[in-house]
């Protein structure tokens, strides 16, 4: 991966190899400045890869999506597909609202059918 090509080298019982433990992050001036971000609206079952295919043109560039929007575990930071959600709520709801499988998901709407249980996050 060429995210880590540039970390260093460190050695491990005797193996060098790269030190994954580093974290980077952006300097304050490039997280401050609005100009330096775009928006980009996640559409439905993307993955980061996804959005650093779209967006930048290869999947390469994973790593900066994530880094700039502050991403270390993709798996629970980044936006669930419907699908995924739902079954999110059916797990974590059921015993709460007293209904099972797809009411669950109902009950977490509003009269608009608008889910008062939010899981966004602007990437």
Request: glycine letters at 4%.
């Amino acid at each position: 991966m060429k995210y880590f090509q540039n970390f260093p080298t460190i050695d491990y019982e005797g193996v060098q190899v790269k030190d994954i433990t580093r974290r980077n992050s952006f300097t304050s001036f490039v997280t401050a400045n609005p100009m330096i971000h775009l928006p980009y609206t996640i559409k439905e079952g993307y993955k980061p890869e996804d959005v650093a295919n779209a967006y930048y043109g290869s999947t390469d560039f994973t790593w900066l999506v994530m880094m700039s929007n502050n991403i270390i575990d993709p798996y629970h930071q980044w936006p669930m597909a419907e699908a995924d959600f739902n079954a999110y709520l059916v797990d974590k709801y059921s015993e709460q609202s007293g209904k099972i499988g797809d009411e669950v998901v109902e009950w977490t709407k509003d009269d608009n059918g608008d889910n008062i249980i939010y899981y966004y996050r602007e990437v």
